[in-house]
T-cell receptor, first 115, second 113 residues
Framework: ETGVTQSPTHLIKTRGQQVTLRCSSQ?????VSWYQQALGQGPQFIFQ???????GRGNFPPRFSGLQFPNYSSELNVNALELDDSALYLC??????????????FGPGTRLTVL | AQSVSQHNHHVILSEAASLELGCNYS??????LFWYVQYPGQHLQLLLK??????LVKGIKGFEAEFIKSKFSFNLRKPSVQWSDTAEYFC???????????FGTGTSLTVIP
């Protein structure tokens, strides 16, 4: 069974730019969640997608947006990057009902640095 | 705002010592509770979870956690730790409404052989 994969591994952007991060869910999983993990902190929930619709959102501004595709791969888009957006971005997929209460399977993350 | 507190930021134990990691949450409604673990160089993975029923939950690798509703706590325990338990441990809460999910800041456990 293929696990959750994320690309790219590392990314460097400058303030004001836009970035797209990608996630490929584990086979058979129809739900994906995205998290931001700043250094020394726990992951913070950005949002969840279930069947291509946003299905729960954390306390993040609208410049954080996402997409889920019919093959259940997903993108996280961040516009107008700020220095504080520098973090590890984690993607997690789960197999069932579009709830964050399902067991989540995490990818390795994308390390974003904003200069 | 809902929050999850892990009071122990870094714990160092010798092998065979007992472990207890604290977790408290602030949410008055229905919650589902989790412990996730990240071993060095690996992805976050589920250790155990509590939804309802018996407040003492058993997970993988000999870990268990007890849900005490009156104390808003979900502490993780293991009677005898091994060197391979060295990892970062995260407590997490799913708050029923709004499909929100909250992680604590994590506890780094180092087990000395």
């Amino acid at each position: 069974e293929t696990g959750v994969t994320q690309s790219p591994t590392h990314l460097i952007k400058t303030r004001g730019q836009q970035v797209t991060l990608r996630c490929s869910s584990q086979s058979g999983h129809n739900t994906v969640s995205w998290y931001q993990q700043a250094l020394g902190q726990g992951p913070q929930f950005i949002f969840q997608y279930y069947r291509e619709e946003e299905n729960g959102r954390g306390n993040f501004p609208p410049r954080f947006s996402g997409l889920q595709f019919p093959n259940y791969s997903s993108e996280l888009n961040v516009n107008a990057l700020e220095l504080d957006d520098s973090a590890l971005y984690l993607c997690a997929s789960s197999p069932l009902s579009g709830s964050t209460a399902d067991t989540q399977y995490f990818g390795p993350g994308t390390r974003l640095t904003v200069l | 705002a809902q929050s999850v507190s892990q009071h122990n930021h870094h714990v160092i134990l010798s092998e065979a010592a007992s472990l207890e990691l604290g977790c408290n949450y602030s949410y008055g409604g229905t919650v589902n509770l989790f412990w996730y673990v990240q071993y060095p160089g690996q992805h976050l993975q589920l250790l155990l979870k509590y939804f309802s029923g018996d407040p003492l939950v058993k997970g993988i690798k000999g870990f268990e956690a007890e849900f005490i509703k009156s104390k808003f706590s979900f502490n993780l325990r293991k009677p005898s730790v091994q060197w391979s338990d060295t990892a970062e441990y995260f407590c997490a809460v799913n708050a029923g409404t709004g499909n929100q999910f909250y992680f604590g800041t994590g506890t780094s456990l180092t087990v000395i052989p």
